[in-house]
């Protein structure tokens, strides 16, 4: 079986490395747009958070202050596209009311915020929690999704919880991700090879297998 390097090989070799959008994959990275999206595209299609960041952007709502003073029935319809809009909204203007108090200003939220801080959030979850540090701060942290997960049991590897999956990805390409990105540091390595297994899924969908060169799909 490969290695999490070998298979992150693979894939940029198959053509799975877009980075299209954003050069580390998620759209506007390194800013506030992240850590709200982290939270709205939770249980809905990434369509669906771009509808609410647009909704957002349009009213002049997306930034920490705004977030925090805006009533809470209003910032409810404009994220209603990502569903869960009511459990959201709160989480959303908690998380930014935080922000602001304890770091006072998002650069230093993104200087000095921990896993152990986000995870204390109402809403924030492990895969969320990483989405904000690498995406949004430009942290060390690898995001294990149901993406991953999907990919790696196609290849035959099994994981029992969030943390062992993690676990062995990072172990594997903390020193091998030179190998896949040689002018990358590690964040953002760890970043784009997430987005690689994000881009590959979205082609082999369930019950629809994608001939890729070197990596043999066990059903």
């Not at 070799?13 to 939770?42: C, H, K, M």
């Not at 990434?46 to 609410?52: L, P, S």
């Not at 390409?173 to 390595?189: D, M, S, T, W």
Request: charged share 25%; net charge negative.
């Amino acid at each position: 079986m490969q290695s999490a390097t070998e298979l992150f090989k693979l894939l940029k070799q198959n053509g799975y490395d877009n980075s299209s959008r954003d050069s580390w994959w998620w759209p506007n990275s390194g800013t506030f747009e992240v850590a709200i999206g982290a939270i709205l595209t939770q249980n809905t299609s990434w369509g669906n958070v771009e509808k609410a960041l647009k909704n957002l952007k349009q009213s002049n709502t997306l930034n920490l202050e705004k977030i925090v003073t805006t009533p809470i029935l209003t910032l409810q319809e404009l994220i209603r596209p990502s569903g869960f809009y009511k459990a959201k909204s709160k989480n959303i203007q908690q998380l930014s009311k935080n922000i602001l108090e304890d770091f006072e200003t998002f650069e230093q939220f993104q200087e000095s915020t921990s896993r152990d801080w986000l995870l204390a959030q109402k809403g924030v979850g492990q895969e969320s929690a990483d989405a904000i540090l690498n995406y949004a701060c430009y942290k060390e942290a690898f995001v294990v999704d149901s993406y991953t997960a999907r990919l790696l049991e196609a290849f035959g590897y099994e994981f029992t919880s969030y943390e062992e999956l993690q676990e062995w990805i990072v172990e594997s390409f903390y020193e091998g991700y030179k190998e896949v990105y040689p002018n990358l540091n590690r964040a953002q390595a760890y970043a784009r090879a997430h987005g690689m297994v994000v881009e590959y899924c979205k082609v082999n969908k369930k019950g629809r297998v994608v001939s890729v060169e070197g990596l043999v799909v066990s059903g």
